[in-house]
C-alpha cells in the first residue's frame, strides 16, 4: 500500500512540474513580446539623449562626454549609497569585535563618500568649463 501511494504521489508531482513549466513558459513568452517593443523604445529614447546632448553642447565629443558624466551621475547614487552601508556594517557592526574591521568600515564610508561627491560634482564642472572654458 505504502508503495502504491508513493508511485502515485511521484507520477502526480511528475506531472505538476510538467504542467507548471508550460504555463511558465507560456507566460515568459508573452512578456518577451511585451517588453521587446519596450526594449527598442528604451533604446531610441537612449540614442535620442546622447543626439540632444550633442545638440546642446555643439560637439559630437562634447556631447559624449556629457551624455556619459550624466549616466555616471545618475549610477553613482545606489552605488556609493550601497558601499557606505556596507561601510557602516563593517564599522557599527562587524567592528564592535575586530578592530582592524572598525578601521576598514571608517575608509569603506570616506571612501564612498568621496567618490559620490566627486561623481555629483563631476558633470556640473564640466558643464562649466564648456559653457565659459572654450569661449
Do not use: W
Not at 557592526?93 to 568621496?114: A, Q, S
Request: aromatic share 10%.
Amino acid at each position: 500500500m505504502k508503495k502504491i501511494v508513493a508511485v502515485v504521489t511521484i507520477l502526480m508531482l511528475i506531472a505538476g512540474m510538467f504542467l507548471i513549466t508550460n504555463k511558465t513558459y507560456a507566460v515568459e513568452k508573452a512578456i518577451d513580446e511585451a517588453t521587446e517593443s519596450k526594449i527598442i523604445e528604451l533604446k531610441d529614447n537612449a540614442s535620442n539623449s546622447l543626439e540632444d546632448y550633442k545638440q546642446k553642447y555643439g560637439s559630437d565629443a562634447y556631447g559624449l562626454v556629457a551624455y556619459i558624466l550624466n549616466l555616471v551621475r545618475i549610477y553613482s547614487i545606489p552605488l556609493c549609497f550601497l558601499g557606505i552601508a556596507i561601510g557602516a556594517i563593517h564599522q557599527y557592526i562587524i567592528g564592535i569585535r575586530k578592530l582592524d574591521t572598525l578601521e576598514k568600515g571608517m575608509g569603506l564610508i570616506v571612501t564612498f563618500v568621496t567618490i559620490l561627491i566627486i561623481c555629483q560634482i563631476l558633470p556640473l564642472a564640466f558643464a562649466v568649463f564648456v559653457k565659459f572654458g572654450r569661449g
